[in-house]
């Protein structure tokens, strides 16, 4: 059976995209990435993903309006033939065409246990707000931030003396496992 092509969108260190890409080498994983892209030439990401033989695309959006952006995002998603896209770390606001453009067929992961924590600075407001637990989030992107509909959600417990940073490490080996579980689940559904 045909593999679902998958474009991974990301700005930064990318190991969201490496833990994808490396489920996808198994023989029965359902997908496969045919795209990492960037908002910004230099994330780390990239030289990762070239790596491992991934094509890559890279644009800054600096000094460009959002959905013009957007739009080019859009065609390079789709000259690599991408059926469905996963954000891994792309920190942009998304334009309401290109939310269209990939409805149902775009999924993010976020480092809290949503509806919780939305945005910005999660580890240190879950620590602060004295949670006493957190995790990542799985969900379909839609028009609003963080907002979509939850496929699946991994947590783990906050320690006392914890930091953001032992607890952004806490959930990132979660992040590694249920990403790729989700994403496989998500393009046989
Ligand atoms: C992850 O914590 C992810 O949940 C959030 O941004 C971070 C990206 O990390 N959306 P990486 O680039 O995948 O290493």
Not at 157 to 164: E, F, N, S
Not at 174 to 187: F, I
Request: hydrophobic content about 45%; charged content about 25%.
């Amino acid at each position: 059976m045909a593999r679902a092509r998958v474009g991974v969108l990301i700005s930064g260190r990318g190991s969201n995209m490496v833990a994808l890409a490396e489920a996808a080498e198994a023989a029965d994983c359902p997908y496969e990435i045919t795209l990492v892209a960037s908002n910004d030439p230099d994330a780390e990401g990239l030289a990762r993903a070239r790596m491992l033989g991934i094509p890559t695309w890279a644009r800054s959006h600096r000094g460009m309006e959002r959905e013009g952006f957007d739009a080019l995002v859009t065609t390079a998603l789709e000259e690599a033939g991408v059926e469905y896209v996963a954000l891994a770390g792309y920190m942009r606001m998304l334009s309401p065409a290109f939310v269209a453009r990939w409805r149902d067929h775009m999924i993010n992961i976020h480092p809290s246990l949503l509806p919780r924590h939305k945005g910005l600075h999660v580890y240190a407001r879950a620590i602060e707000a004295g949670d006493s637990e957190s995790g990542c989030t799985v969900h379909i992107v839609s028009e609003e931030l963080d907002s979509g509909a939850i496929l699946a959600q991994a947590r783990v417990p906050i320690l006392p003396g914890d930091t953001p940073e032992a607890l952004a490490a806490r959930i990132l080996i979660e992040e590694h496992r249920l990403y790729p579980a989700t994403l496989a689940e998500y393009v046989t559904r």
